[in-house]
């Protein structure tokens, strides 16, 4: 489970450390990709194959469109984990998610996942996540 919140700094080559708690489930390799709400998700090989499976069924299912399919897969790369724990956001990544090098981001928890965030994004759909919670209109 990934949970908690964390800030980071990107640093100039698209680089961000990965929480200490988190990097035991992602190294070596882990996987980016395109998520909901304009963020990063960061996922393990085993949960990144369960989307994979899972968004083939939906597009045969028609629950999904196949360009979603491909869009999601044309978004995803295979990273390393570097000894200092840091991993590579690239470019295409960092401009979906609106994040800038040399720059202040969030890595949140998120139970299966860890997602990349530009932090006034975050703190935006953490509050509406919090109204809902309590009972009040997003």
Aim: glycine content about 8%; overall charge negative; some cysteine.
């Amino acid at each position: 489970m990934f949970v908690g919140v964390h800030e980071r700094q990107l640093d100039p080559k698209g680089r961000i450390a990965l929480p200490a708690a988190f990097r035991p489930r992602l190294e070596p390799r882990c996987y980016l990709q395109m998520g909901a709400d304009k963020c990063v998700d960061i996922l393990t090989a085993e949960a990144f194959e369960d989307v994979a499976k899972d968004v083939i069924e939906k597009v045969r299912r028609g629950e999904m469109d196949r360009v979603q399919q491909r869009a999601l897969a044309a978004s995803a790369v295979e990273v390393a984990v570097d000894a200092q724990g840091r991993i590579n956001i690239d470019e295409k990544l960092r401009s979906y998610a609106g994040l800038t090098l040399d720059s202040r981001v969030v890595i949140s928890g998120s139970f299966d996942r860890c997602e990349i965030w530009d932090p006034s994004r975050h703190q935006r759909i953490s509050e509406a996540g919090a109204e809902q919670m309590a009972g009040g209109a997003s």
